[in-house]
């Protein structure tokens, strides 16, 4: 089973890029399905992108579209979360996760979570 974790948190100001990255051990990583989900502080945990096996697909939340890109390098078995004109209420733990269950936005669908990273984005 793969186990994952993330990196790359920090602060930075709104309208900044940050990119996040994700890595995997153990398990055949081209056979998981990652993703990307998020959670502020008193919120519920929220979906931010997905990615498929290949990295052929890919479906991001409404919130992000258009600002977040998903990608994966099978070879490195990393996967990244490039965030561009990131806003304060980008702000949250985001976390890695994978799964085997098909490209999916609900959280019960992956079983292996990194630990989180921070992001924190000032006005």
């Known amino acids: 089973q793969v186990q994952v974790v993330e990196s790359g948190g920090g602060l930075v100001q709104s309208g900044d890029s940050l990119r996040l990255s994700c890595v995997a051990s153990?398990?055949?990583?081209?056979?998981?399905?990652l993703a990307w989900f998020r959670q502020a502080p008193g919120k519920e945990r929220e979906f931010v992108g997905v990615i498929s096996w290949s990295g052929a697909g890919t479906i991001y939340s409404d919130s992000v579209k258009g600002r977040f890109t998903i990608s994966r390098d099978n070879a490195k078995r990393t996967m990244y979360l490039q965030m561009t004109r990131l806003k304060p209420e980008d702000t949250a733990v985001y976390y890695c996760?994978?799964?085997?269950?098909?490209?999916?936005?609900?959280?019960?669908?992956?079983?292996?979570w990194g630990q989180g990273t921070q992001v924190t984005v000032s006005s």
């Open positions: 996760a994978a799964g085997r269950a098909g490209v999916s936005n609900k959280p019960a669908d992956f079983h292996s």
């Open positions: 153990g398990g055949t990583f081209d056979a998981y399905v």
